[in-house]
Nanobody, 122 residues
Framework: QLQPVETGGGLVPAGGSLTLSCTSS????????LGWFRQAPGKEREFVAVVSWGRPNPYYADSVKGRFTISRDNSKNTIYLQMDSLKPEDTAVYYC???????????????WGQGTQVTVVS
C-alpha cells in the first residue's frame, strides 16, 4: 500500500521560496498519479498540482500557476513541489496523495500523507 510521507514545510516570509518533498515508505510511486493538496485553517482541502508518473505534463490550480512547480525524480521515488513567490494566503497544511488517475478531485486519491505545515508571514 502506498504510504506518502511529506517533508520540507516551515515558516517563510512573503515572497520567499520553499520546496516540499514526498516519498513513499511503502511501494514505489510507479503507475500512480501524484498530487499536492492543501488545507488552510477553516477551509476545505483544495487541489494544488498533480503529475502522472508515466507522463510529464503536470496540472496546476489557477491560484498557484506560474509560482509553483511540481516535479518527480524516478530514481529517488520522490516528487517535489517548488513554491516560489509565496503569499500569506498560501499558508496551509500541504498533503501529498496518490491515485490511479490524474485528477483535481480529492475523491480520486486513495493514499494520503500526514501533511506538512507551510506558514507564510508578511
Amino acid at each position: 500500500q502506498l504510504q506518502p510521507v511529506e517533508t520540507g514545510g516551515g515558516l517563510v516570509p512573503a515572497g520567499g521560496s520553499l520546496t516540499l518533498s514526498c516519498t513513499s515508505s511503502g511501494p514505489t510511486f510507479s503507475n500512480y498519479a501524484l498530487g499536492w493538496f492543501r488545507q488552510a485553517p477553516g477551509k476545505e482541502r483544495e487541489f494544488v498540482a498533480v503529475v502522472s508518473w508515466g507522463r510529464p505534463n503536470p496540472y496546476y490550480a489557477d491560484s498557484v500557476k506560474g509560482r509553483f512547480t511540481i516535479s518527480r525524480d524516478n530514481s529517488k521515488n520522490t516528487i517535489y513541489l517548488q513554491m516560489d513567490s509565496l503569499k500569506p494566503e498560501d499558508t496551509a497544511v500541504y498533503y501529498c496523495a496518490g491515485g490511479s488517475s490524474v485528477s483535481r478531485q480529492i475523491s480520486e486519491y486513495d493514499y494520503w500523507g500526514q501533511g506538512t505545515q507551510v506558514t507564510v508571514v508578511s
